[in-house]
């Protein structure tokens, strides 16, 4: 009996000393971190707090710092350039010879209804006249070189008028346009140049 006791308390005491020593697993501890370890049976502050936002660097809205997605947060600018935007234009006037004045700024429409086709191409209603542009994914605007028509007041004239320009999208609401619109006006028996830089605030 003896015999037999002696090995019992041997395992006994070998059990007791490994189940003691349980080896150290470091990692992150705290279940809210990104980078949580549920293995992990000792903190080595390693732990990664969660950052919300727009984790998709295609969309208007990236959030560089953002670590974690916050459901639909994420806004596109082909998506947010698109809708009936309310004109604010700032335009120079266009003087012909000192004959005559076109004011931009009355002849402008009073609204813009910008649509969108696929991943970038815009399409500008500008007053009856369909004007093309790109945009890009963080809200850099180009209108592409397109004709439009204006009327000389002076002799009734309709003038064709080649409009181009850059814009940018501040926000779902806000945007600007820096559009060039030259042509040529015919007065008497002369044609005479001109040329109109317009900054143009949009709003919705």
Known sequence: ???????????????????????????????????????????????????????????????????????????????????????????????????????????????LDIQANGQSSLFIDFNGTQINGSITSDGIMTVNPSVITFNEPTTGQDIAVDVSGTGFLISANEATLALNFSGSVDIVITSIDFSSDCAMILTK
Do not use: R, V
């Open 1 to 111: 009996m003896k015999n037999l006791l002696i090995p019992f308390i041997f395992l006994t005491l070998i059990s007791i000393l490994f189940s003691s020593c349980e080896k150290e697993l470091l990692g992150c501890t705290d279940p809210i971190s990104i980078n949580y370890n549920n293995l992990a049976n000792t903190d080595d502050g390693s732990c990664i707090a969660p950052i919300l936002g727009c984790t998709d660097f295609s969309a208007f809205n990236f959030n560089p710092e953002a670590n974690s997605m916050d459901a639909n947060s994420c806004q596109y600018s082909i998506d947010l350039a698109q809708g009936i935007w309310n004109l604010e234009p700032n335009c120079e006037d266009i003087d012909i010879a000192g004959l005559t004045t076109i004011s931009l700024n009355d002849q402008l429409p009073s609204t």
